[in-house]
């Protein structure tokens, strides 16, 4: 079996080989710069894990584990246009970098690549690799409407705010390990025990995310802290001091959040402030071990050696004490 060090090598190896057109150049250039820059990587790494938990060759999930990754690098593109947000992994985002239109066109792009790749996986394989994909890239559509109708709502609920952030993160990490599984010639089963193992642990990226957005540090997170602040996202964080919160400090929280008068560095402070008081950072590491202890409980009963698992408690660990 493969390491994970050795899997994310040969994940580099191969998107380095994709190949990207090189006219019209503000068309691909966005693509190259995106491929290129060293993110973590989890996607194709689980899809690769996944695979090797069944069978040592991992040529079969390459084609999907590649879909998968230019498929999420498609939608952050088109996120940071959405969101406006000027840094991702410690760069400036394509649209700032380029422009907006340009950001949405070679997302575009991106997506159609994502297909053209996933259409090279084995024959025998393809109609539940593409039943899956179409189903997680619609669900993440749909989590990232949910996110912006959150935006205009007051009465967002915690229930409401974990179905979205399952559709907007959770489904795309449960889609790689289930065609790993797949392209692993693992049992239908198997392949759907390993996409609620993905859920849960999506749910932990999530709200370890939302976590270290506010105490984080810019340094280690490659992009500004207080950006869920300033845009006064219904995390899981705000949506808590919303529920336990005093009137008083209720009142607090809406007045920081509609200020006009503080600066953003003081809005942030202030919100951050009242989370300290209301010990949302300790409520939020619980619901995190919450949906980790629920990934490790599946894993551990999954009648695999533990030699073969070892990728996806090594995962499931990295979420949990991450700081970027």
């Known amino acids: 079996m493969l390491s994970a060090d050795a899997l994310l090598k040969r994940i580099s190896e191969e998107i380095s080989l994709i190949n990207i057109f090189t006219e019209p150049a503000n068309l691909y250039a ?69 422009n907006a239109n340009t950001a949405i066109l070679s997302g575009d792009a991106m997506m159609i690549m994502a297909y053209n790749t996933l259409s090279k996986s084995k024959a025998e394989y393809l109609p539940k690799l593409l039943n899956m994909f179409n189903k997680t890239a619609l669900e993440v559509c749909e989590g990232q409407q949910f996110d912006m109708d959150f935006e205009t709502r007051n009465d967002v609920t915690i229930p409401e705010y974990l179905n979205m952030i399952r559709l907007k993160t959770s489904v795309l990490i449960a889609a790689c390990l ?23 642990l999506g749910m932990a990226f999530q709200l370890q995310d939302d976590l270290l957005d506010t105490f984080g540090t810019s340094a280690q997170f490659g992009k500004r802290i207080g950006g869920d602040i300033l845009e006064e996202k219904k995390t899981f964080l705000l949506l808590k001091a919303f529920e336990i919160g005093s009137t008083f400090q209720i009142e607090r929280l809406n007045y920081a959040l509609n200020s006009i008068e503080l ?21 939020t590491i619980a619901e995190i071990e919450k949906r980790h202890s629920a990934a490790i409980m599946q894993l551990a009963e999954l009648d695999i050696p533990d030699g073969r698992k070892k990728i996806l408690y090594w995962f499931a660990d990295f979420l949990k004490n991450r700081n970027k």
């Open 178 to 200: 289930y065609s790993g599984a797949v392209c692993g010639g693992a049992s239908d089963d198997y392949s759907k025990k390993l996409y609620q193992i993905g859920i849960d």
């Open 263 to 283: 600066s953003e560095q003081d809005k942030i402070m202030f919100v951050k402030d009242i989370f300290e008081d209301l010990n949302i950072k300790d409520s």
């Open 30 to 98: 966005p693509v190259n710069y995106t491929l290129s820059r060293s993110g973590k990587r989890i996607r194709p790494l689980l899809t690769l894990a996944a695979c090797q938990m069944f069978d040592e060759d991992i040529e079969p999930a390459l084609p999907v584990a590649l879909a998968y990754e230019i498929f999420h690098n498609f939608t952050l593109l088109h996120d940071d246009v959405m969101d406006k947000s000027e840094m991702r992994r410690g760069d400036p985002t394509v649209h700032k970098k380029w």
